[in-house]
């Protein structure tokens, strides 16, 4: 089975730029999770969604972080302007929650975002 | 403001020794507890999982669960050098998502 699928890998780009990022999760699982990690804060939950819609987004550090999803297999986290403190690794993961969310959650691969 | 404390390290072990990871939980209603691996570079994989007091065993790892003393660790043993990695243990409690320590680092020196 495929695992949680991110796009880009890595991307580098200047400040002030957007930057979308994306994920897509284990089909079936209906909790989506994006988190950035630093050396400094370690594993951060920014947002949550439950069957596409958000729950909790009181982990987003400010109005220049937005994050959707459209349907169940696709979610974009996208950053408008970009500055330097955004640079991290930004994982996207996903579990079945079964009404509980107890379910352990599955991570993508991240993407490294640098911005210069 | 449910937290999850572990200690930074490095924990360095040699080789063949068992490596013991510890974590503390705030939230005493917390129900569903997990380790996962993160070799540099790399994302999170999950290499246990446990629900109730004991202990849980999966070949070279043993999780162990406390929920009267808010611990819960884990145990490797014949440790390797393929084991050195940082140890994130993550918690929750039902309707809320995982809570996540900043991890223990591991290194067995061979």
């Known amino acids: 089975d495929a695992g949680v699928i991110q796009s880009p890998r890595h991307e580098v780009t200047e400040m002030g730029q957007e930057v979308t990022l994306r994920c897509k999760p284990i089909s079936g699982h209906d909790y989506l999770f994006w988190y950035r990690q630093t050396m400094m804060r370690g594993l951060e939950l920014l947002i949550y969604?439950?069957?596409?819609?958000?729950?909790?987004d009181s982990g987003m550090p400010e109005d220049r972080f937005s994050a959707k999803m459209p349907n169940a297999s696709f979610s974009t986290l996208k950053i408008q302007p970009s500055e330097p403190r955004d640079s991290a690794v930004y994982f996207c993961?996903?579990?079945?929650?079964?009404?509980?969310?107890?379910?352990?959650?599955?991570f993508g691969d991240g993407t490294r975002l640098s911005i210069l | 403001q449910k937290e999850v404390e572990q200690n930074s390290g490095p924990l360095s072990v040699p080789e063949g020794a068992i490596a013991s990871l510890n974590c503390t939980y705030s939230?005493?209603?917390?129900?569903?507890f997990f380790w996962y691996r993160q070799y540099s570079g790399k994302s999170p994989e999950l290499i246990m999982s446990i629900y109730s007091n004991g202990d849980k065993e999966d070949g070279r790892f043993t999780a162990q669960l406390n929920k009267a003393s808010q611990y819960v660790s884990l145990l490797i043993r014949d440790s390797q050098p393929s084991d050195s990695a940082t140890y994130l243990c993550a918690v929750n409690g039902g309707n809320t998502p995982l809570v996540f320590g900043k991890g223990t680092r591991l290194s067995v020196i061979a």
């Open positions: 939230d005493r209603g917390s129900q569903s």
């Open positions: 993961a996903s579990s079945l929650g079964g009404g509980r969310g107890n379910q352990p959650q599955h």
């Open positions: 969604f439950n069957n596409n819609v958000p729950i909790d």
